[in-house]
């Protein structure tokens, strides 16, 4: 790969690993060390990823008008001050205010960093998002251990530690991005992909699958809100709990030379994948609403993350099989949208059902839900067959 490229991995590694420091151990510093319900903190996460989404739409538009580079460093600048901001003071007001700046700065840089990987590297094609992809689990993997092991000692040296990782990315993007000649291109966004549906199938195949994907995600993100306090009621310390997403991290990097040989076989029907891995899903839910000890708490994070690894790549990669030519950004615009939408939902979803009904209440719901989540994948692609058989009887009308 070229150097420009190593330079923006090591950029994103870098600030995935200091996003890492704080966001598993959220609802725990909320709940425990603020004394707020789990309802609360569920409306801070939301807060925090309903910014990020703000963020990242206007990540892109930056792109497009002022360059990578300034986009980048202008997010990165936003997020150290308010870094700054929450280091010093940390009580539950401007906890709320810095959390969800950093939410809106930090959704800034991500799509820039993805524009400028594929531009400086534009034959690179698919390795290129995957190298960046690669890099943000092994910033997951090293970020929650470490920021379990700080918290042990002191949980205000997590933002610190946070702060710290932040200045030596913006260093980074200073002095190595800088050379890096990138000019603003012509590359699809939401911002500019608002014309009509004209082919209605796709689309409607597209909002099906996405539907489910956003259930899917509803429930994944217990386990950094509900689950994480959860843990903490029941004897799991912040230590072993970091551990647990260093091991998700872990398994998706290492895991790779093993699921190949079965996604080879499947890797053409991305329905099967969908149902397969949701299917894996449920079952690290269930092993989580038994569990009473940390070794079920590891194998139900292995459990989920083999299921992880079908759904969440398998997404975007039918929404870029969906897409008419010249609207595939348009549709994976959709997709993220519908990823975050999860994110904003599940933590205050998750904190409601546990403060009114109780965990084992939230286990029951998240299995519905990714439940119904296998029927959206197994009919998804109903509209498709419609549109066929309707193409077929206009030719056959044609013909006669």
Request: hydrophobic content about 55%.
């Amino acid at each position: 790969m070229p150097k420009r490229v190593w330079l923006l991995i090591i950029g994103m590694l870098v600030n995935v690993t200091g996003n890492s420091f704080l966001w598993p151990l959220t609802t725990i510093y909320m709940h425990d060390h603020l004394g707020k319900s789990l309802s609360l903190a569920g409306l801070v996460l939301m807060a925090n990823a309903g910014a990020a989404v703000i963020g990242n739409l206007l990540g892109g538009a930056l792109f497009d008008r002022i360059g990578g580079y300034k986009s980048i460093l202008g997010g990165i600048v936003v997020t150290t001050v308010a870094l700054a901001g929450l280091t010093l003071w940390h009580e539950f007001l401007p906890f709320v205010i810095f959390y969800t700046i950093i939410g809106f700065s930090g959704g800034i840089v991500f799509p820039s960093m993805y524009a400028m990987v594929g531009t400086v590297w534009p034959e690179g094609g698919r390795k290129a998002f995957n190298a960046i992809y690669l890099a943000q689990n092994v910033g997951v993997a090293i970020g929650p251990a470490m920021a379990g092991i700080l918290a042990a000692y002191r949980f205000d040296f997590i933002f610190a530690a946070n702060l710290g990782m932040y200045v030596l990315f913006f260093l980074i993007a200073l002095f190595g991005f800088k050379s890096m000649s990138i000019s603003p291109v012509s590359h699809t966004s939401v911002f500019n992909e608002g014309k009509r549906i004209r082919k209605k199938a796709p689309f409607n195949a597209l909002m099906i699958v996405s539907a489910g994907y956003l259930l899917c995600w509803i429930g994944y993100v217990q386990w950094q809100s509900t689950i994480s306090a959860y843990t903490q009621e029941i004897g799991i310390t912040l230590t072993q709990y970091s551990l647990l997403w260093s091991l998700n991290g872990f398994l998706i990097v290492a895991g790779q030379p093993f699921i190949r040989p079965i996604m080879k076989r499947i890797e053409d029907n991305i329905k099967r994948q969908l149902v397969i891995g949701m299917g894996i899903m449920i079952v690290s839910y269930v092993i989580v609403a038994f569990a009473q000890d940390f070794s079920m708490f590891v194998a139900a994070m292995v459990v989920l993350t083999i299921g992880e690894m079908f759904v969440w790549p398998a997404v975007p990669a039918l929404a870029n099989q969906l897409a008419p030519k010249g609207r595939e950004g348009f549709y994976q615009g959709i997709v993220n949208s519908v990823a975050t939408g999860g994110r904003m939902i599940g933590p205050l979803l998750g904190g409601v059902m546990v403060d009114v009904y109780g965990m084992p209440a939230l286990f029951i719901l998240v299995t519905v839900l990714i439940a119904i989540a296998i029927v959206t994948a197994l009919l998804y692609d109903r509209p498709l067959k419609a549109a066929e058989l309707e193409q077929s009887a206009q030719l056959q009308e044609t013909y006669n």
